[in-house]
């Protein structure tokens, strides 16, 4: 057998030169024409908080940038406006770190109208505007379908901040609350929350701006039990709003599911999954005969169950839905998308976009930085679906901003113009350039 070894694998020389201008972030100028191709600089520039300095566009595109590109904290700034190729790469002189943090405590929060006084809720106004431009085009991007779904939940993002406050799982943390779209693959809305917010708050506030972005679309709407409100299931039917969500397992209801009848395999898509299923009939909580008569007319509950061996085991879970024609295993089918898709869109935002460390004992900057988290996170899904092959569109955004973000050039100031040259065999060039061609179409 002949054995290949490397050559002197740990036989290095360090130099280092004043004359090469180089950086290892090479796609951030894609990121820079998408964001000017789309008009986002430009809605940048009518934020008008600055009259003076740096322009609100330099101070925006900078964050967003620096979330793209893997900052953590916005000290993580210093290091990628040390890089000389990105100096040159962003064409002006960049903003310091505490220039970015003076203008996010600047920033306005949406404050909704609450019964509750149990913490801070809001959302940047202003970065409204901006995802409004992303997910409108993504949304004519895939022919403007006129049904999608709308997976709700809150996410915790445990913290050891001064001013957080505790969760309902006994941890300091802050609970933004989520809308997705995974027909989109974005955020739609959201709203940043203290610790101490509960979990079943505001869910027709978020679902209201959605419709309102997007008043042309049906919406099926998917949750876990912390939806499962009366009043909220009442409006969205009334709304004519589908829904299939995790129902909160009341005594009434558990009694009911034990006592039920008609059990029978669940199969879908061919497949045994050693669960049962059956239809329940219950009666929720009303405040009159009229009201009860309508929440069992206009309701399914679908309990399901498994067993194991000789002996019954409830793991149980009951679903319900306003969806009255759909087979039960459609609507379970529904009902289980959802878990992919939270838990996906979760991973991307905190693990994938640094969410899950928050910059500042302010909370008005943290919602700031989590709105801007959120504009990263659908920019780089637009550019991903709109500019990419097709293998690359199903990337993780760790994996795509590895590929695609940390691109290493020679970055060469020419005639007024910033010239970058590429290897001609790394691998990712060729795609890379076939992006920039596609966004050229696009421009015009």
């Known amino acids: 057998m002949n054995l290949l070894i490397h050559q002197n694998p740990v036989s290095f020389k360090l130099e280092v030169s004043k004359k090469v201008t180089a950086t290892s972030f090479a796609g951030i100028v894609l990121m820079r024409k998408a964001m000017k191709t789309w008009g986002l600089i430009d809605e940048m520039e009518r934020f008008g908080f600055k009259k003076a300095g740096f322009s609100d566009a330099v101070i925006v595109e900078a964050l967003v940038l620096l979330i793209a590109s893997g900052g953590r904290s916005l000290s993580d700034w ?69 049904k999608m779904t709308l997976d709700l939940d809150a996410m915790i993002i445990e913290t050891d901040k001064r001013d957080a406050l505790y969760c309902y799982e006994k941890v300091k943390a802050y609970q933004p609350m989520n809308a997705y779209c995974p027909e989109l693959g974005m955020v739609l809305a959201h709203e940043f929350r203290d610790g101490n917010v509960s979990p079943m708050e505001g869910y027709q506030r978020i679902i209201e701006r959605c419709r309102k972005l997007l008043p042309q679309v049906r919406w099926i709407v998917r949750s876990d039990s912390a939806g499962y409100q009366n009043e909220f299931l009442d409006w969205m039917t009334d709304q004519r709003i ?124 943290n919602a700031a930085w989590y709105a801007l988290g959120c504009l990263a996170h659908n920019l780089l899904r637009l550019i991903q679906s709109s500019l990419f092959q097709e293998d690359w569109k199903k990337l993780e955004i760790k994996t795509f901003r590895f590929r695609f973000l940390r691109l290493a050039a020679l970055v060469i100031s020419k005639a007024r113009r910033v010239i970058l040259k590429f290897h001609k065999d790394h691998p990712i060039v060729p795609i890379y350039l076939q992006a920039w061609e596609r966004l050229a179409i696009l421009s015009g």
């Open 242 to 365: 589908a829904y299939v969500m995790t129902a909160r397992e009341t005594e009434a209801l558990q009694a009911e599911m034990i006592s039920a009848d008609g059990w029978r395999p669940l199969i879908l898509d061919g497949f045994d999954l050693g669960e049962e299923i059956t239809e329940v009939i219950h009666c929720p909580d009303a405040g009159s005969r009229k009201e009860l008569h309508r929440r069992m007319n206009d309701r399914r509950y679908l309990a399901l169950r498994k067993t194991k061996g000789q002996q019954e085991i409830f793991i149980s879970q009951i679903v319900v839905t306003n969806d009255l024609t759909s087979t039960e295993e459609k609507v379970v089918t529904k009902h289980r998308g959802r878990c992919g898709s939270i838990e996906h869109f979760h991973s991307q935002l905190k693990g994938g976009l640094g969410m899950d460390s928050l910059p500042s004992n302010d909370f008005k900057v």
């Open 78 to 146: 210093e290091y990628l406006k040390g890089e000389m190729g990105f100096d040159r790469m962003f064409g002006k002189t960049c903003p310091s770190v505490d220039t970015l943090e003076r203008y996010l405590r600047r920033l306005s929060l949406l404050i909704p109208e609450r019964d509750s006084n149990a913490g801070q809720v809001g959302y940047t106004a202003c970065f409204e505007t901006l995802q409004e431009i992303l997910i409108l085009s993504a949304w004519k991007a895939i022919g403007s379908p006129k």
